[in-house]
Nanobody
């Protein structure tokens, strides 16, 4: 049974930083492309940070490029999103996701989803 649990979301002031963690089980984690999506109220869910199975390739949405960093720990089957210089527009529910096929991640259709963790950035 696949489980993906996202944690680390909280209320933070603009300019602050947060680190999200997605802890997984039941996956062949080292074979999976993984990443983070977010959905703000009234908006569509968007992919913001993806990392390939070996960690050699990353992809970021323009809105977070230069501020967010995605990384992974294959030994512990988990991955992270370091979020710096947070802005009020980063307020959203953040979801972790995984798929063996990278194009599914890029298309916003990963096979596996975690539950969300709320990030709220106050101005």
């Amino acid at each position: 049974q696949v489980q993906m649990v996202a944690s680390g979301g909280q209320v933070v002031q603009a300019g602050g930083a947060l680190r999200l963690t997605c802890t997984t089980s039941g996956l062949n984690f080292a074979d999976m492309n993984v990443g983070w999506f977010r959905q703000a109220p009234g908006k569509s869910r968007e992919g913001i940070a993806l990392i390939s199975w070996a960690g050699g390739n990353t992809h970021y949405a323009d809105a977070v490029k230069g501020r967010f960093v995605v990384s992974r720990d294959n030994a512990k089957s988990r991955f992270f999103l370091q979020m710096n210089s947070l802005k009020p527009e980063d307020t959203a529910m953040y979801y972790c996701a995984a798929d063996r096929v990278a194009s599914n991640m890029l298309a916003g259709r990963p096979t596996y989803w975690g539950q969300g963790t709320q990030v709220s950035v106050s101005s």
